[in-house]
């Protein structure tokens, strides 16, 4: 496909002569051979369109390219929107400089050079002699340049209007987009967003009959759960009073096995195939929603979307709409009563990994990137960048967020650099980047309000609504900045940590009621995702991919009741309860061709519910051979957290502490007889604890130091390592102290094990 463009012609007519205009306008994301340049869709809402992403890693990606024809020759003008995306923060470097080229020719000056903001650079002049040419967009750095579009004119005089609007007028008409959108109309329900709650409401739905659109503003399916952003779904399916929910969502869940894992771990390629093996559903790739035209004050009647590769509009018309946006986007632009945290929300993360090579390889310096060491950052283990990668918890994540991913990504390459050329380099010669994540996985904007408003109040008591349906398994899981990374990068900390509050039903799990699943004012709007209509709080427990999932499965089977009854979702609750729950009990693979259609029911027999939770105890030391003494006898100094939930350990609890707390455990007692004797530590293993736990023996005024790895599964009964072989005197303290000396992550000790030596 070639780029879209039209001749713009401007007549003017003036006593003694007359003049002509003549514009060109190329969508960058036209560009028939996007090479290795990345259409980024994110930031529509805030910026006004898609736009090219040269997304390399370091390594400078391959020539975008397509072929036009100009209106005519002659010397035009060039204008290309982009912008320096480091200038914001006055860092020094242009990591986003690319070239346009014209017929394999350079224009004079780069562009992604100057300009905080999204701006049209003026590029110069160029003289084109022949009609067909052909544009290049020629990556420099491999660090995230990018162009939205680029303009050709033969008028001096002609400057590219300056606005935000999302796909504005006027580039519509140079670009020759018709303003009549296409319909498509007649849907029982207008699904919007394809991540695992818009993929399981559109299954739920078309499966009881419904005629489904599902439009979604990226080319795969997923959202957070696909191989974009890589985050494993989690929350725990299939249980509760309804334990039948949660099969579809099954279906196509990813089988990763760490967050981020591997692109083939996420499946895009099944969530897909799924989707459209339904009959009664029309799925929309690469549509990105942007305007709602309302039936009257209080319901939607169509939503206009335009595809985001050719700009082509459509208007996708029904009777029942979801919005599956995450950020409440449908909702709010249909005039839904919504609510956002004013500050101190969860923020958004870019995770990353990467690999060692069998030969050495470099990485590009990064001046413009945070500055960075390696006690500046929690070390990738596992070569993977974690969920915690995570900031913007006081920017707006709406009108913001490129700025927040951008952000991210200067931390990632800071980080990466300090691996490479600093302090880390010795120790990664054959480091490699492999991938780093540029949509970003958000966590927290806006939530639309529906008839019930859930509160942590009504999770932690346990309150019983009639109309309880999602088991909500996952902990009130609210994140902060991690304190050091707030005191050093105050403005936007870079670095979070995960808070669990308790009260949440692990097993079970908390039924989520149906109305939080609908609109308060907006009469036939559902959501479902992370804009249902819960408190900040709240959406610590329900926000997670399973979870959201199961919600889509809910408003999918609440909306075949809708184009059944014709009524609104709210009438579901009020008059059809009884029915919405007998549909809940049917197997997810349950299946009719239309409303009032034939009910075909499979004989897939009900998964076993989990058993109760039993209270994770401990070994009693009196239980362990030798001298046991536990982490509760032991003298601490600095912060240190009391843990339960990794088994085996020793005593009531295990104790754990933050590397920024200069926390240390002192275990003491003094020999009864003189005795070579084997000395052991027990700790909780975890990918979160430090590489290097720095452990000190003393016996008298003599000491030994060793280090232990507590990443590492400890090799003996219990959960003990051996610290080696010592012969102790009566009477003579000895003590075993643990410390983090200079290494990061967690510290952790449960007990010492004094043994006869052998």
């Known amino acids: ?7 713009s012609l401007t007549i003017l007519f003036g006593l003694i002569s007359t003049g002509i205009s003549q514009t060109l306008l190329v969508e960058a994301e036209s560009f028939s051979e996007p090479g290795g340049w990345k259409l980024d869709t994110q930031f529509i809402h805030e910026m006004g369109s898609p736009y090219l992403l040269a997304h390399g890693l370091g390594k400078p990606v391959a020539d975008a390219k397509t072929t036009i024809d100009f209106p005519a020759t002659g010397r035009y003008t060039v204008w290309v929107r982009t912008k320096d995306w480091v200038a914001r923060w006055k860092a020094p470097g242009q990591p986003g400089k690319f070239e346009l080229h014209i017929n394999g020719t350079p224009l004079e000056q780069p562009f992604g050079v100057k300009g905080e903001n999204w701006f049209w650079q003026n590029g110069g002049t160029v003289q084109i002699d ?11 750095t491999g660090f995230d340049g990018r162009c939205d579009a680029i303009a050709f004119s033969l008028d001096p005089n002609w400057t590219p209007p300056v606005t935000t609007e999302v796909f504005p007028s006027w580039r519509r008409k140079l670009s020759n987009i018709s303003e009549k959108p296409i319909n498509q109309s007649g849907y029982d329900l207008v699904v919007i967003g394809g991540g695992y709650a818009g993929v399981a409401a559109s299954l739920s739905a078309a499966r009881m009959g419904c005629t489904v659109a599902l439009v979604q503003n990226r080319g795969v399916l997923g959202g957070n759960g696909s191989s974009e952003v890589r985050v494993w779904a989690k929350g725990n399916i299939r249980r509760g009073r309804y334990p039948r929910i949660g099969e579809i969502v099954n279906e196509f869940s990813d089988q990763a096995k760490k967050s981020p894992g591997t692109y083939e771990e996420f499946e895009d390629d099944k969530k897909e195939t799924l989707v459209r093996a339904e009959k009664n559903i029309d799925l929309f790739l690469d549509h990105h929603a942007y305007q709602v035209e309302l039936a009257s004050e209080n319901s939607i009647k169509s939503i206009l979307a335009f595809d985001t590769r050719s700009g082509a509009i459509k208007r996708f018309s029904g009777t029942q709409f979801v919005d599956c946006t995450g950020h409440g986007t449908i909702g709010t632009l249909a005039g839904a009563k919504n609510d956002m945290t004013p500050a101190g929300r969860m923020g958004m993360s870019n995770m990353w990994r990467w690999q060692k090579n069998s030969q050495p390889s470099q990485f590009p310096k990064t001046p413009w990137a945070l500055e960075l060491t390696m006690k500046d950052f929690p070390y990738p ?15 707006d994540p709406l009108a913001d967020a490129e700025g927040i991913r951008d952000w991210n990504l200067r931390a990632v390459y800071g980080a990466f650099n300090a691996m490479k050329n600093k302090d880390g380099a010795e120790q990664h010669p054959n480091a490699s980047l492999t991938w780093v994540a540029f949509i970003g996985g958000p966590r927290e904007s806006r939530r639309l309000l529906g008839d019930v408003v859930l509160t942590e109040a009504d999770i932690v008591g346990k309150r019983d609504f009639p109309d309880g349906v999602v088991p909500s398994t996952w902990s009130i899981d609210l994140h902060y900045p991690k304190e050091q990374y707030a005191k050093k990068y105050p403005d936007n900390p870079f670095i979070s940590k995960a808070v669990h509050g308790k009260g949440v039903d692990r097993s079970y799990g908390y039924p989520v009621p149906y109305r939080c699943f609908y ?3 907006i009469d036939n709007l559902f959501m479902a995702g992370r804009c249902i209509s819960v408190t900040h709080e709240a959406l610590g427990t329900v926000r997670v991919m399973k979870t959201c999932g199961m919600m889509g499965e809910v408003v999918g089977k609440a909306a075949s009741i809708c184009a059944a009854h014709q009524c609104s979702p709210r009438e579901v609750y009020q008059k059809y309860l009884p029915e919405l729950k007998s549909l809940l009990q049917l197997p997810g693979g349950s299946h009719r061709p239309s409303i009032g259609g034939k009910l075909t029911i499979p004989d897939v027999p009900i998964a076993e519910q989990p058993k109760p939770v039993v209270v994770n105890k401990g070994i009693p030391p009196k239980k362990i051979t030798g001298i046991v003494i536990d982490d509760i006898s032991a003298t ?6 009391k843990g339960t939930g990794l088994k085996g350990f020793v005593g009531k609890h295990y104790v754990y502490a933050s590397a920024n707390t200069d926390a240390k455990i002192r275990f003491t007692w003094e020999p009864e007889k003189n005795a070579r004797c084997e000395l052991r530590l027990a700790y909780r293993h975890h990918e979160n604890r ?5 452990i000190t023996i003393e016996q008298g005024i003599e000491s030994k130091v060793i280090y232990l790895d507590l990443t590492k599964v400890p090799t003996l009964e219990h959960g003990f390592v051996s610290l080696g072989k010592f012969d102790l005197k009566q009477g003579q303290p000895t003590a075993i102290m643990m410390s983090h000396g200079n290494s990061i992550g967690h510290l952790c000790a449960d007990a010492i094990q004094i043994l006869p030596a052998k």
């Open 381 to 395: 283990r596992d070569f993977h960048g974690q969920w915690f990668w995570e900031s913007g918890f006081d920017k």
């Open 636 to 641: 601490k100094a600095g912060i240190w957290s």
């Open 130 to 140: 022949k009609k067909q040419n052909e544009l290049t967009l020629h990556d420099l």
């Open 1 to 7: 496909m070639g780029a879209r463009f039209i001749l």
């Open 519 to 521: 609109s308060a004012n």
């Open 690 to 694: 430090t590489e290097k736990a720095r």
